[in-house]
């Protein structure tokens, strides 16, 4: 499935900002798709995921509370929302999606085929 993201941009900290991840290709409701993100010199990190099977929702710590991760399947979308961000959240985020990864994998880098360009965004201060 080929992947599009987009959304980013530069926000204040405690501004708010809506990823979308777009797919074509393929039925987007079969894909588990994740949101992952890179800081400069940093590796890729799992941000949040959304399963396929039930449409289960997974974050790490640090943005539980202020992102939520959503899906439109008859519009073949994954968003996630991001509100009281904070200076720490700037990064390239990407959107990410596999059919096979299963739940003990979901937050792995490596469990996900299929990725998005990736897109900027920029928390000041």
């Known amino acids: 499935v080929q992947l599009q993201a987009s959304g980013g941009g530069l926000v204040q900290a405690g501004g708010s900002l809506r990823l979308s991840c777009a797919a074509s290709?393929?039925?987007?409701?079969?894909?588990?798709v994740g949101w992952f993100r890179q800081a400069p010199g940093k590796q890729r990190e799992f941000v949040a995921a959304?399963?396929?099977?039930?449409?289960?929702?997974h974050y790490t710590d640090s943005v539980k509370g202020r992102f939520t991760i959503s899906r439109d399947n008859a519009k073949n979308t994954v968003s996630l929302q991001m509100n009281s961000l904070k200076s720490e959240d700037t990064a390239v985020y990407y959107c990410a999606a596999s059919q096979t990864v299963i739940l003990s994998n979901v937050r792995a880098v490596g469990a996900y085929q299929d990725w998005g360009q990736g897109t900027q965004v920029t928390v000041s201060s």
């Open positions: 959304i399963r396929r099977s039930g449409g289960s929702t």
């Open positions: 290709g393929r039925t987007f409701s079969g894909y588990t």
